[in-house]
């Protein structure tokens, strides 16, 4: 396509013109916001150009299509990083500078799209910019929130929930395609009669929702592949029940309507916990119905034969939320196409591929039988008929074998089990992280990889480095080209050629300045933020991601307690100033989670108003973590803390964001830090703690006594102590009692479950060694250098190229 090059003048005419036709207003008197609208929306006009040939392209070339299915794109803004996709960054900063606009401040302006919870969807999020970055045709395929993740304050040191009304004030990056509905019918009977000896089934007395398709352009790296991001909205059939208007009910003529619509209006905020909610099982049937009937119709479009639909379309599925897309296949397929039971299988087991991103039991989706039977009637018959083919197929190579056969149902105990039928109706299972796979294989999911060996494969998570380093760390991604070139932006894997540098001290430097200067802005951002003053040469030692126990953010606490103690008690101990950052959202119900998030804000309390320690120790919690506040804290971090319970965190993709940025990692071997520890060598990484192996041992065993560790460990005993006697909230000496009674006596038959007593002690040794090697600074530049250089296999691309090579097989397009 031949595209004339973007100058300086376009780029300030096309502000101009924005603000007179959008607003009726001129330089001289927008507003902030109408400033941020124009600027997104002159940039968004040359998106929506090359969107409009790379669509045209893909409807002639006919070619295979991904569909990524996600109830979560956590996409962050998008402004920012479409001007950096499309190369536009300097002209639009020259530009604005020349209109006297500041573009920095304006590009604060723009809401985060929080459509997702943590790691799962910023994954998600990341694959789609390799997705368009590689020239794959590859589209997300999701929820329209109304309220994204809610906005977390922090009163008294307890969260508060905030609904993120994100699209109060529109949305730029959308385009509402209402001509494009799509019809979801939920609940009624079905009927089923044979017409010709044909099954003719129908569903009576639904209740249909409208599904509006919103599109956003997704912006690959100088790419011409423009991607689709569809969004979908809930919308009742009819505006109002005029009839009941009429007769002056109009809260009820309003009821109807808001039943429909707040489908779509906000995102669970469960992480890693599954609640069995009917209205969120209703968003997932609704996102997956729209989503498989836009495909079957643009594929139809396309003049294919339904046949074929695998050989022209592979729909991925992100986890089990979206696991009723393989029974809503079957049922387009057989209700609608006309299709045998067993060709419509071939077709469907040939199309789905799953991804599983957890292994903790409580958050493995079940729904209750009944519940499924009552709001999808069809859907639940043909699930109940994929299970009795399943169960005959075991019972002939398993007869009489009561016991395998129970425990591979995928309905048993009137319960459908969300991950079974996703094994059964995917031709690829993955886990995202080797020791995650192999848990997968040899734990999770041991019965069902001794009959599909061959679907079991590993694909280890990555991100995006544009996003994560070329964006959010320019002057690092600045010293990295003057060293190696350009070439690792588009192949990550060039990044390797740093190691050569690592012991080069102008390199080391001029990191170390970068560092000190990310350091300095973020130390104003804290300061705005919290009042707190914290000193940009301390180590800035880094915990963010969701909070939850396993991720262990209680073990850090303790440990800073702990390193408070000895300052306290010990005048000449000496440690490089220390400052440890905290962000993290908590599940609203998730007491425990809150309650560490308060014991957070004592302890940072506590210690931050002691100037006996001579600001040796900073703890800072920087509430609402979101993605546009992990881009402004991972450039500024030297340690990054990835401390998970091994065998828990499926992989983790933090722990690569800060290894991209060259933070170095105190972490466990569990999930991608295993891989991360190959990559860059163990001198090169802190690792502490017990093996996932041990873990499962002492949990088999059921031999872990933490009673006795706080026994004979004077200064944990110290630390856990201080927990209830007063020393870090005097008024109310009981507040975190909970806290203290799980970790050295349990309930419920459980202690300490997360091991935190059991691994003090490596981190305390592990985190001496950090500090003992920050005070060379040869060492320790060289160590993250050496990160920096072996970054390249965490990459997004990499992970994406992985995907297309054994599971999508897509055809690379470059126009
Ligand atoms: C049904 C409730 C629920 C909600 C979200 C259950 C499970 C989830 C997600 C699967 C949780 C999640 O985000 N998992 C994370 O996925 C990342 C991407 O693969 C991994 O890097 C993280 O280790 C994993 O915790």
């Known amino acids: 396509m031949l595209k004339k090059e973007i100058q300086v003048e376009d780029i300030k005419n ?13 330089l001289k008197n927008a507003s902030k916001p109408q400033l941020y609208k124009a600027v997104a929306t002159a940039l968004r006009d040359d998106i929506m150009k090359t ?36 190369i536009l960054e300097e002209k639009a900063e020259i530009a604005c500078n020349e209109l006297g606009i500041d573009l920095e401040e304006i590009r604060e302006i723009e809401p985060d799209a929080g459509l997702g919870n943590g790691g799962l969807g910023r994954l998600a999020a990341c694959f789609l910019d390799s997705l368009a970055t590689l020239g794959l045709s590859g589209h997300g395929n999701g929820i329209r929130y109304e309220y994204g993740l809610f906005k977390q304050k922090i009163l008294d040191g307890y969260q508060v929930e905030m609904p993120d009304s994100w699209l109060e004030d529109g949305n730029v990056w959308e385009v509402a395609k209402l001509e494009e509905p799509e019809m979801v019918y939920f609940g009624g009977i079905v009927e089923k009669t044979m017409e010709n000896g044909k099954l003719v089934v129908w569903q009576k007395n639904c209740q249909c929702v409208k599904a509006i398709p919103y599109d956003v352009p997704i912006v690959g790296y100088k790419s011409d592949v423009v991607n689709t991001l569809r969004l ?55 996102f997956v119905s729209a989503s498989i009937q836009s495909i079957i119709r643009k594929f139809k479009n396309a003049g294919n034969d339904i046949h074929d639909l695998h050989e022209k379309a592979v729909i991925h599925i992100n986890d089990t939320h979206p696991a009723l897309g393989i029974p809503e296949l079957m049922r387009i397929l057989i209700d609608q196409e006309g299709l045998g039971w067993e060709e419509a299988w071939d077709i469907t087991t040939k199309t789905f591929a799953y991804t599983n991103h957890t292994t903790l039991p409580e958050a493995l989706e079940k729904w209750p039988e009944e519940l499924i039977k009552q709001l999808l009637p069809r859907i639940y018959d043909i699930i109940h008929e994929i299970n009795e083919r399943f169960c005959r197929k075991l019972w002939d190579a398993h007869p009489y074998d009561w016991d395998t056969i129970g425990k591979m149902a995928i309905i048993s105990h009137g319960e459908i089990h969300m991950a079974k039928l996703c094994i059964v109706g995917s031709f690829s299972v993955n886990g995202v992280a080797k020791l995650h796979s192999e848990i997968l294989k040899k734990d999770i999911f041991r019965d069902f990889y001794k009959i599909y060996p061959k679907k079991f494969i590993n694909v280890t998570n990555g991100v995006t480095h544009r996003r994560f380093l070329l964006r959010a760390n320019p002057d690092l991604a600045k010293s990295i080209t003057k060293r190696i070139g350009d070439g690792w932006v588009t192949d990550s894997f060039q990044l390797k050629k740093l190691e050569d540098f690592c012991q080069d001290t102008t390199l080391q430097e001029e990191i170390y300045k970068t560092r000190k200067h990310n350091k300095e802005e973020l130390a104003k951002y804290i300061l705005n933020k919290t009042n707190i003053k914290v000193d940009p040469t301390s180590i800035f030692d880094t915990h963010i991601k969701r909070l939850h126990e396993y991720k262990r953010q ?6 800073i307690m702990y390193l408070y103690n000895k300052l306290l008690d010990n005048p000449n101990y000496t440690m490089h100033p220390r ?3 905290f962000a993290a959202k908590a599940a609203p119900g998730y007491h425990k989670a809150k309650l560490i998030i308060k014991l957070i804000h004592s302890v940072a309390d506590k210690i931050n108003n002691d100037s006996t320690i001579n600001d040796q120790l900073k703890v800072v919690f920087l509430e609402n973590y979101r993605v546009s506040l992990a881009e402004k804290i991972i450039p500024a971090t030297d340690i990054s803390k990835q401390i998970s319970t091994a065998g828990k965190e499926a992989s983790g993709t933090g722990n690569m964001k800060f290894m991209l940025n060259g933070a170095l990692t105190i972490g466990t071997l569990d999930g991608a830090n295993i891989e991360i520890k190959e990559a860059v060598g163990s001198d090169n990484i802190f690792i502490f703690g017990l093996t996932a192996e041990e873990i499962a041992n002492y949990t088999k065993e059921n031999n872990y006594n933490p009673y006795e560790i706080y026994q004979r460990d004077s200064e944990l005993k110290q630390v856990l102590d201080q927990l209830i006697n007063g020393f870090i909230e005097p008024e109310h000496p009981d507040v975190f009692r909970e806290l203290y009674n799980d970790l050295v006596y349990g309930h419920g038959g459980c202690i300490d479950q997360y091991f935190v007593l059991k691994d003090f002690e490596s981190y305390c040794y592990i985190n001496a060694k950090a500090d003992e090697i920050y005070k060379n600074p040869k060492k320790w530049w ?25 599971v999508w097989n897509l055809k690379k397009y470059t126009f």
């Open 14 to 26: 096309a502000i101009e013109l924005k603000l007179q036709t959008l607003f009726g207003r001129t």
């Open 554 to 559: 209680l073990l850090n606490v303790l440990h």
């Open 579 to 581: 400052t440890f950052v």
């Open 232 to 286: 979908w909205g809930a919308r009742a059939i009819k505006p109002l029940d005029m009839g009941l208007f009429g007769k002056g009910q109009y809260v009820d003529a309003l009821a109807e309507k808001e039943l429909a619509e707040v489908i779509s209006k906000v995102l669970y905020p469960e992480d890693n916990h599954e609640e069995g909610k009917y209205l969120r099982l209703k968003q997932q049937y609704f």
């Open 51 to 86: 969107w409009a040939y790379s669509k045209e392209k893909s409807l002639e070339e006919n070619g295979k299509q991904l569909y990524y299915l996600s109830m979560e794109f956590l996409m962050g803004r998008f402004f920012h990083n479409n001007l950096t996709n499309l």
């Open 782 to 806: 060289r160590k993250s250098i050496i990160n920096i250089a072996n970054a390249g296999y965490f990459s997004s691309d990499r992970t994406v190229e992985e995907y297309n090579e054994k």
